[in-house]
Nanobody
Framework: EVQLQASGGGLVQPGGSLRLSCAVS????????IGWFRQAPGKEREGVSC????????DYLNVAKGRFTISRDNAKKTLYLQMNSLKPEDTAVYYC??????????????????????WGKGTLVTVSS
């Protein structure tokens, strides 16, 4: 059984940084895309960033470009999202999610909330002074 467990959310001031973690377990295949979504109050869940487990390639949606970095530690079976220069509009519940399949070179085209195979519980990030 695939399990994704996000953590690391909290309260941070504008301009600050935060690192989210997602503990990953249960995959029986090496071919899947994994990454992050977020959902702000009253808004639709949106993609943030994804990583191909097949070849390690990464993609960033517009909200994350230039400020967020996705990475993984295979030994720890953990996915990370380093978020810098945080803004109040980054306030949201952040979710770890995954979709089975070979997404070598790019997972950008499939990184929509309705396409995901697995979801973890979210972690709340609040950016406020």
């Amino acid at each position: 059984e695939v399990q994704l467990q996000a953590s690391g959310g909290g309260l941070v001031q504008p301009g600050g940084s935060l690192r989210l973690s997602c503990a990953v377990s249960g995959f029986t295949s090496d071919d899947y895309a994994i990454g992050w979504f977020r959902q702000a109050p009253g808004k639709e869940r949106e993609g943030v960033s994804c990583l191909s487990s097949t070849d390690g390639s990464t993609d960033y949606l517009n909200v994350a470009k230039g400020r967020f970095t996705i990475s993984r530690d295979n030994a720890k079976k953990t996915l990370y999202l380093q978020m810098n220069s945080l803004k109040p509009e980054d306030t949201a519940v952040y979710y770890c999610a995954a979709k089975l399949g070979d997404y070598s070179e790019s997972c950008y085209s499939i990184w929509y909330y309705y396409a995901m195979s697995y979801w973890g519980k979210g972690t709340l990030v609040t950016v406020s002074s």
